[in-house]
């Protein structure tokens, strides 16, 4: 089946800096990738849709000076939260769909985020 | 309303019972459907995919789809304290964005 890789798996940083978490599809290309924010015990929170080559499209009210979305090539998207605080703690996950117009969307195993 | 309305659990059953878990949707354009299991701390798996009405089976998991009702289910034959997760329902219109369930948490116990 599809893999999709996330990188760092966890990460602790301090408040004020920025932190990049980046999305792989390992063997398909994905035309789209998107990225997920989820609190514990609650279900995804869709934060943005990124398309290869163009600009990411973020749902309402998440900031997207805030939350940068890269997706240089058909395999690889990063998530850049900037100046990051304690409130952004959460468990970030990325999906991709894969380039031939499938429907199903194949989740990375997630990125837990902890802001001090 | 919302549109998938998913029973957020937690639904508790013995090792063995068949589970049956449901989504009802409001979007008669969803085409369509997809049930993943997440476990704690771990990206959503995907378990299924159809995209028309009636069953689909694999192993011990038999998805069905009502498009008539709006309705969609997944049953776990002989379920196992493995099976203990949260699952999300997901549909699609087949554009970009797929919109899920709020996952109905699991547990199986031995």
């Known amino acids: 089946g599809a893999v999709v890789s996330q990188h760092p798996s966890w990460v602790i940083c301090k408040s004020g800096t920025s932190v990049k978490i980046e999305c792989r599809s390992l063997?398909?290309?994905?035309?789209?990738m998107f990225w997920y924010r989820q609190f514990p015990k609650q279900s995804l929170m869709l934060m943005a849709t990124?398309?290869?080559?163009?600009?990411?499209?973020?749902e309402q009210g998440v900031e997207k000076d805030k939350f940068l979305i890269n997706h240089a090539s058909l395999t690889l998207s990063t998530l850049t939260v900037t100046s990051a605080h304690p409130e952004d703690s959460s468990f970030y996950i990325c999906?991709?769909?894969?380039?031939?117009?499938?429907?199903?969307?194949?989740f990375g195993p997630g990125t837990r985020l902890t802001v001090l | 309303q919302k549109e998938v309305e998913q029973d957020p659990g937690p639904l508790s059953v013995p090792e063995g019972a068949i589970v049956s878990l449901n989504c009802t949707y409001s979007?008669?354009?969803?085409?369509?459907f997809m049930w993943y299991r997440q476990y704690s701390r771990k990206g959503p798996e995907l378990l299924m995919y159809?995209?028309?009405?009636g069953n689909k089976e694999d192993g011990r998991f038999t998805a069905q789809v009502d498009k008539s009702s709006k309705y969609i289910s997944l049953f776990i034959r002989d379920s196992q304290p493995s099976d203990s997760a949260t699952y999300l329902c997901?549909?699609?219109?087949?554009?970009?964005?797929?919109?899920f369930g709020a996952g109905t948490r699991l547990f199986v116990k031995a």
């Open positions: 063997d398909f290309q994905a035309t789209t």
């Open positions: 997901a549909m699609t219109t087949g554009g970009f964005k797929t919109i």
């Open positions: 999906s991709a769909r894969e380039s031939r117009g499938y429907n199903e969307q194949f």
């Open positions: 990124s398309n290869e080559g163009s600009k990411a499209t973020y």
């Open positions: 159809t995209y028309s009405s």
């Open positions: 979007n008669s354009a969803f085409q369509y």
